[in-house]
Every structure is written in C-alpha cells, then in structure tokens.
C-alpha cells in the first residue's frame, strides 16, 4: 500500500518526506483554508518537496461542469504532477469524463458509498477517495466501504486506484492494508501515532542504560 499525506502544511509535508513514506499529497479546501496562504502558491511550493501525485481540490463554489472543467485545467496548469480533486456529483462526473479524455488526472472525492466509487471509476477517474472516518464518525464502519469498493474493483479489474481518506487512527491503516487499498492518505498526526509504541520506548531506554554500563 503506498502512502500519501493528508495536509496543506508544507513543514508537515517535508517531515514525512524526509521519513521516506509517501509518495503523494492531498489536500482540500479546509486543509488549504487551514494554513491561511494563496492556494497555488501552496499547491505550487507542495510540488517542490514532493514529486507524486498532489491532489488539489476545486472550489466548493463551482458546480457547473463547464466551470469544474476551466477550473480543474487551470489547477492542473500549476505543475505536470498534479491531480484535480472534484467532489461526486452529477455535474462532477461529467467534468471527470472530459478531463480524462484530455489526461488531465483526478481524485474524486467525498465517496461514502461503493455505488459512487464505482461510477467515478466508470466515468475515468484516476482516484478515488472513500471517506472511512467520517463514516466512523457517524458510528457507521467506514472499513466496509474500503473493502467493498476493493472488491467491486478487483471483481471487474478496475484501474482507478482507491485512496483510503480520512483517516483517524493507526489502526485504520492497518485494516486499510489488509482491505487491499492501493492508497492511504494519511495525517501527519496519525504518521507519528503509527510510530509510537510503549514497548519501543521501554526498549530503547533499557538499550541505552546498557550501552551506558
Ligand atoms: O482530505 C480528505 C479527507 O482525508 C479529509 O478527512 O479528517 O476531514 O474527515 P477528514
């Protein structure tokens, strides 16, 4: 499973490059409006650090497909790695089918159910982001509807590749991975979450009080 990081914070974004991890950004309009800066100025310094797939999202505010369609090139414009993220909708997908014939590649995002994962794959899109921690958030097991879409898409061996989104936990990476997901993106949070362990501790501490004898 590869790893992309879930964040508009470019420090963020360095640190777990740095760790040798991901291979990929996303981001959307809270995560952009969260660091206070100009989106394709941020989007733009994004793809300096890292040189995979960058996800930026279009504006919440444009809806028409015409508007997703201008919008998406402009975004796309900004760097040859970058990724058009549009929400699923009727108009959504009539932008994702235009945008693939052109190659221009997108993320179709805010997907709670198989049936809409299954329809952005069919109208081209390149990714698709299940939300699972939403789903949780709603008491409602987010992980059935990574296993399902993963099983939906082997079933017909479909391309479009699944990005595990809204993460909130280790442990979802965990059952992300073992749903056969070809992606997490993950907040830089939860990346360090992942490495903590009481055990390490005790043992590296044991590790250096012997060393130290
Ligand atoms: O960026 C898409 C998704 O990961 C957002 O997750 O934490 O806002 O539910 P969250």
Same mark, same amino acid.
């Given at each position: 499973?590869?790893?992309?990081?879930?964040? !508009?914070?470019?420090?963020?974004?360095?640190?777990?490059?740095?760790? &040798?991890?991901? *291979? &990929?950004?996303?981001?959307? @309009?809270? #995560?952009? !409006? $969260?660091? &206070?800066?100009?989106?394709?100025?941020?989007?733009?310094?994004?793809?300096?650090?890292?040189?995979?797939?960058?996800?930026?999202?279009?504006?919440?505010?444009?809806?028409?497909?015409?508007?997703?369609? $201008?919008?998406?090139?402009?975004?796309?414009?900004?760097?040859?790695?970058?990724?058009?993220?549009?929400?699923?909708?009727?108009?959504?997908? $009539?932008?994702?089918?235009?945008?693939?014939?052109? &190659?221009?590649?997108?993320?179709?995002? #805010?997907?709670?159910?198989?049936?809409?994962? =299954?329809?952005?794959?069919?109208?081209?899109?390149?990714?698709?982001?299940?939300? #699972?921690?939403?789903?949780?958030?709603?008491? #409602? @097991?987010?992980?059935?509807?990574?296993?399902?879409?993963?099983?939906?898409?082997?079933?017909?061996?479909?391309?479009?590749?699944?990005?595990?989104?809204?993460?909130?936990?280790? =442990?979802?990476?965990?059952? *992300?991975?073992?749903?056969?997901?070809?992606?997490?993106?993950?907040?830089?949070?939860?990346?360090?979450? *992942? =490495?903590?362990?009481?055990?390490?501790?005790?043992?590296?501490?044991?590790?250096? $009080?012997?060393?130290?004898?």
């Amino acid at each position: 499973m590869k790893f992309f990081i879930d964040t !508009a914070n470019v420090e963020e974004i360095r640190k777990a490059n740095d760790m &040798g991890i991901i *291979c &990929g950004v996303t981001t959307n @309009p809270s #995560l952009i !409006a $969260k660091e &206070g800066r100009d989106f394709k100025e941020v989007i733009k310094e994004i793809t300096t650090i890292v040189d995979g797939p960058i996800s930026g999202e279009v504006k919440a505010t444009t809806t028409k497909a015409e508007d997703i369609i $201008k919008e998406a090139r402009e975004i796309a414009s900004i760097n040859s790695n970058i990724v058009v993220k549009i929400p699923i909708t009727e108009e959504g997908l $009539k932008a994702v089918k235009a945008l693939s014939k052109e &190659g221009i590649k997108t993320n179709v995002t #805010l997907i709670f159910n198989s049936t809409q994962a =299954l329809f952005a794959a069919k109208a081209g899109a390149t990714y698709v982001s299940p939300f #699972l921690g939403r789903l949780d958030d709603i008491a #409602l @097991p987010g992980i059935n509807l990574i296993e399902e879409i993963s099983e939906i898409f082997n079933n017909y061996d479909i391309n479009t590749e699944i990005i595990c989104a809204s993460i909130r936990s280790p =442990l979802h990476i965990a059952e *992300c991975a073992l749903a056969g997901a070809d992606i997490a993106t993950v907040p830089y949070k939860v990346i360090t979450q *992942c =490495l903590k362990h009481p055990l390490t501790d005790i043992g590296i501490e044991k590790f250096r $009080k012997d060393s130290e004898q």
